[in-house]
Structures are given as structure tokens and as C-alpha cells.
């Protein structure tokens, strides 16, 4: 187990030469000489073609290619400044040259597309999971940005199954908020090491104290600064970078543009005239209580979930980003193990693995095309290579084509590693949370389960002449998981189908995405029901109910495999059921599709 003072470690994976070390007397920074120079590159131009993934030879160490990798997740409430973190990543990652909220490539500029649905941008707020990636000081980053409305958080969900890393992005105004706390929950259960940045200090915030009590109250979570700041709103003059003992202080700079900063040593005298009696006299009180009450780091609890970093900044005028970046090469953990139906799979093993994690329709309206999203796990991807489909009976399927993704721009790629994210075509074999691999042992890893919606409503096609078009842009749609699928009991495909979904918002997208990529009109029937559980057992579920005999205030409907599903209009209905019945029913607010679950 490492402990220090301040701040600093590196991924178990990492080389020893590429470790950082730190001197706790005096929190002295050290990195080996390769890491001097900071740079980033992208492969090549975005659109455009290439038979490399990240730059680097296809015939380089598997555990080398490993060590370089790092992916990350952004969670947060919606507003929190999430869309807008993101880009600047990609800015100081050199993915892009000048950032901008929620905009297209114009004007020879390559611009953010971490929004690149019509509907995204319209609205300004992030519907569907983005994989951004980009190189950057001999690292190669996927950036897996996520929903922050709670109608998408089933989405969000599936994509942190793919992360190894969680940046948890926090208002300094509002603290922690409800979707921030949920999706945090779901990081715990998978042990995610997270890593926290408390945005907008350029605002009037709260209390740098108070924020990381919150944290630590609310999520039994370990708190350990990394920078501190200095004043907030327009008194807001920079960040102490603790383990440096560095004052960074903040400069306006052009919109869109890296930020330029100042670098004054705390004990430098020129501070004070810099920052001001009363913000001086606060730093040096402040720092005094983090050193003597403060927590250490201990790199075991980071990564198993126990502790975060944090960090202060502004990610609209770009202020502690770079510093943060800069940071995660280190703090962030390589692709990690995964545990599997034959055991733990290491992403060193020879054999590759991966599962999907999301699917994805018409991201080129031009080809209606559909990707799914694959977390390879172990091995490496070659291109033509033939791997074996779990869920199919080991079907082999031929992997000729996989593709980088950079929001809706791909490209072509010859080899891939453990830890990064590729799209495949699917012409209909993929599914949410399949397994894909090669070797003689079949592997499957832990499935995706579909959570418990809570709105319901048919779905009606006012055109019976655009049957066709409507069919399979709602199949399409549903394979997405953009909501779930449910049928009367009795239906055999020929009535309309009910839609459920955790939020209204959902319902939206449906509908706007038929009228928009399928040129069909829909029309939506509300059901009063906001509650339902699936009957996995005991025995055949369909008997088990039946052998209850007559259920009042219960919807009995199917799902896409025909499990019975029961839908209830309240918590009480549910309970009631339960408490007469509970005995001969199984109910479970998730279930996983057939043959996924571990």
C-alpha cells in the first residue's frame, strides 16, 4: 500500500520509470525524463483515414500499449458544466483547436461534437453516451461522456460499465445535487476510482470546506485536495497546487482558447501584492488546517472506490483543466480486470474479449447506419480477425471492420488494445451487454441489466402507409435502449406496443427521432401506472402467477422475451401484492436479457 501527503500516484500498470514519486517534506513533484515535455497529437486528422489507432506501432507490447491507456467517465446533475468540461479536454488533448458549447465543425475549425444529436444541440443538454478520444503526453484518453438529464441515467449507467475511471463534476454554487448522488451510487457498486472537480469558482460558491464535508458526509467518501483556491466570483484569483506549493493564478483569456496562468511559489513575497491581504492571510490559514486535519492519499482506497481527489476550477474560461489533465496520466487507473464467467479475465491475456455497451443508430443519417459500441477487456483487436459470439452459441463472426470513434466522426483502425472503445457495424447480431471473443473457452462477461421504468404509454403510428419506416425505426430505436419495450399479455405483435421509459424526456427522443430519421409521425397514449417489476420465478414465471389467481390493480404485460411484467400505479399496489403473495412470486425491479447474466 502507498501512503503520502498531498496528493500523487501512479496506476498499478504503469512502469516503475513512469511512476511519480513524491517527497513528503516538501511535496516535490518528480517524473521521469520522458515525461518532461508535455504533448498531445491526434492520429490523424478527424474524418479522416488511417491504419493506426493511436500512432503507435501495431506490433508494440501488449502490456506497454496498456500501461498508456486511461478512459474516464464525467457524471454529473444536469448544468453542472459537464458538455463544457469536456471540451476543454479535448482543447488542452489537442482533439481539437478551439472549443465551443454544443457546436459543429465550421469555419476550418475543428470544433467540440460531444453533442452531436439534432436534438442535443437544440436543447443544449446531453441525451445519448459519447466516446471521444484523443493522444496526449504519450497517453491515449477515451473520454465516455455521459447523460446528465436523470430520463437518460439507464444509458449513463450502461456506459459506466465500460469505465475504468469517474470524474464527478460538481457546481460550486449547489453542491451535491440528486443526479449526482444517484449516479455516484452506481460508481460504489463497481468500485470506480473517481476523481472530483468542483466547477465554476469563477462563480460566488459555496465554502471549499463545505463542499468536501458534503462529499465526505453524504458518500462516506474520503476527500483529498490537490489544488486549493483562492477567493471565488470575481474575487476568484487562482489555485494553490498543493503538492508543488505553487500558486497558479488565474488570467482571463479569448474565449475557446487555453487558458495562460501565472506560477508564483507560495513563499514568494510577490504573492501577497498578487492576491490581496485578506485572500493571503486566508491560503496560509487554510493550507495549515488541510496539512494537520487533512487526509493522506492511499492509493488502495483510490482505487477501490474509498477516496477522491479534488480539484478547483472553471471549465468555461478553462482554469485548473490542464492542471487536472495533467494529473489524471497519473492518478487514473490503467484498464483493469474484469471478472467473467470462467473467472477474472487480466487485459494482459493474449486471448481478446470485449462486450457491448451501447448501441447506436444513424450517427451518418447519410448511410442510416448502426455501430455497436465495444470495451475491449483483453487481447488485441486485429482488423479481419473472427471471434466467437456468446449469446449466439459461439457464432463466429468476422471482425473486418472497426472503427475509432470521435462523437459522430470514425475512422478505420488496423489494431486496438485493452481499454478502448471501438464501433462495430451491426446489421442486427448485437445486443446490449453481449460478449465477444476468441480462444477455445467461452468467456462471458456480467450482462446489462434494463432497470425499472417509470412512465408507460402506447405508441400509435397515425399513418398506417408508413407502416414500414415506423417498424423499423422504432426496432432500431429500442435495440439503442432508448426505452424499453413492453406488450399487453395477450398481444402477438399486432397491437401497439408500449413504450416505458424512466422519464418524459425519453418519450421526446422517440418520438422526435422517427419523425426526424424516419420521417414518421407518432402519437403517444399515457398510462397511469409508474411502478414494475418483473416475475423472474420461482419456476416457470407465467405459472407462478397464474397460481396466484386474480391480481387486481395490476397491468399484466410482456417484455421483448416474453417475461411477464406487472405494472403497478403505486409503491402500495406493489407492497399489497407482495405482502399476499410473496411466497409464490419472484419480483425484481432489473432483469437481465436471456443468457447475459453471470
Known amino acids: 500500500m502507498e501512503v503520502c501527503t498531498g496528493f500523487v500516484l501512479a496506476s498499478p500498470l504503469v512502469s516503475e520509470s513512469k511512476r511519480t514519486a513524491l517527497n513528503a517534506s516538501n511535496c516535490d513533484v518528480r517524473k521521469s525524463p520522458s515525461s518532461k515535455t508535455r504533448r498531445a497529437k491526434m492520429c490523424a486528422e478527424v474524418g479522416g483515414e488511417t ?27 444536469p448544468d453542472a458544466g459537464k458538455t463544457t468540461l469536456t471540451e476543454k479536454l479535448l482543447l488542452y488533448g489537442g482533439a481539437i483547436q478551439q472549443a465551443g458549447s454544443v457546436r459543429a465543425r465550421r469555419a476550418g475549425h475543428k470544433l467540440a461534437r460531444s453533442d452531436w444529436m439534432k436534438m442535443e444541440q437544440e436543447r443544449g443538454i ?14 491515449h484518453i477515451n473520454i465516455l461522456d455521459t447523460p446528465g438529464h436523470q430520463d437518460f441515467s439507464e444509458d449513463t449507467y450502461r456506459t459506466l460499465s465500460a469505465a475504468d475511471n469517474v470524474v464527478m463534476l460538481v457546481d ?11 449516479l455516484f451510487e452506481v460508481c460504489q457498486m463497481r468500485e470506480l476510482p473517481t476523481l472530483t472537480f468542483i466547477n465554476k469558482m469563477d462563480r460566488p460558491a459555496m465554502n471549499p470546506f463545505e463542499l468536501c464535508d458534503e462529499i465526505e458526509q453524504q458518500f462516506d467518501l474520503e476527500t483529498v485536495p490537490a489544488v486549493w483556491p483562492i477567493g471565488d466570483g470575481e474575487n ?16 482571463k483569456n479569448q474565449k475557446g482558447k487555453t487558458a495562460t496562468t501565472k506560477k508564483v511559489p507560495m513563499d514568494d513575497p510577490e504573492l501577497l501584492s498578487l492576491i490581496g491581504q485578506n485572500l493571503y492571510d486566508q491560503l496560509f490559514e487554510d493550507v495549515e488546517i488541510l496539512d494537520e486535519m487533512g487526509h493522506t492519499l492511499d492509493t488502495e482506497k483510490l482505487l477501490k472506490g474509498d477516496q477522491t481527489v479534488v480539484y478547483f476550477g472553471s471549465a468555461m474560461t478553462n482554469f485548473g483543466v490542464q492542471i487536472f489533465l495533467d494529473d489524471f496520466l497519473d492518478l487514473g487507473r490503467a484498464p483493469a480486470e474484469r471478472s467473467s464467467s470462467i473467472g477474472t479475465i487480466d487485459p494482459t491475456r493474449d486471448e481478446f474479449s470485449g462486450f457491448v455497451f451501447k448501441l447506436q443508430a444513424n450517427m451518418d443519417p447519410r448511410h442510416r447506419d448502426r455501430l455497436a459500441f465495444i470495451r475491449i477487456v483483453s487481447g488485441r483487436y486485429e482488423r479481419g480477425m473472427k471471434v466467437l459470439h456468446s449469446r449466439l452459441g459461439a457464432r463466429q463472426i468476422n471482425l473486418n471492420q472497426a472503427q475509432k470513434l470521435f462523437a459522430d466522426d470514425r475512422e478505420s483502425v488496423q489494431v486496438a488494445f485493452p481499454g478502448d472503445i471501438v464501433g462495430l457495424n451491426n446489421p442486427g447480431l448485437f445486443s446490449i451487454g453481449d460478449t465477444i471473443y476468441s480462444g477455445s473457452e467461452k468467456v462471458v462477461f456480467p450482462g446489462i441489466p434494463s432497470f425499472s421504468p417509470e412512465m408507460f404509454a402506447y405508441l400509435r403510428n397515425p399513418n398506417p402507409s408508413n407502416y414500414k419506416n415506423f417498424k423499423k425505426g422504432l426496432q432500431q430505436l429500442l435495440e439503442e435502449g432508448a426505452v424499453q419495450l413492453l406488450r399487453t399479455k395477450e398481444d402477438q405483435g399486432n397491437e401497439g406496443p408500449i413504450l416505458a421509459a424512466v422519464g418524459q424526456l425519453q418519450f421526446d427522443v422517440v418520438q422526435q427521432r422517427l419523425r426526424d430519421e424516419y420521417g414518421v409521425e407518432s402519437k403517444l397514449e399515457l398510462l397511469g401506472y409508474s ?24 397491468f399484466f404485460a410482456k417484455d421483448r422475451w416474453n417475461r411477464p411484467v406487472l405494472l403497478f ?19 425484481k425491479p432489473w432483469a437481465f436479457a436471456p443468457d447475459q447474466a453471470v
Open 569 to 587: 400505479k403505486n409503491a402500495w399496489n406493489l407492497a399489497k401484492l407482495e405482502e399476499e403473495h410473496g411466497d409464490k412470486l419472484e419480483l
Open 51 to 77: 491504419v493506426e489507432l493511436n500512432g503507435t506501432d501495431v506490433e508494440a507490447p501488449l502490456g506497454d500499449e496498456i500501461a498508456r491507456r486511461r478512459n474516464l467517465a464525467i457524471i454529473s446533475h
Open 531 to 554: 411502478v414494475a417489476r418483473w416475475v423472474l420465478g420461482p419456476g416457470d414465471p407465467w405459472s407462478a402467477l397464474e397460481s396466484c389467481g386474480r391480481l387486481f390493480n395490476v
Open 172 to 182: 460550486a454554487a449547489k453542491g451535491l445535487e440528486p443526479q449526482t448522488r444517484k
Open 126 to 139: 446531453s441525451i445519448t453516451s459519447t466516446v471521444l478520444t484523443f493522444n496526449y503526453e504519450d497517453h
Open 236 to 251: 476568484f484569483k487562482g489555485v494553490l497546487k498543493r503538492s508543488e506549493r505553487v500558486v497558479y493564478l488565474f488570467e
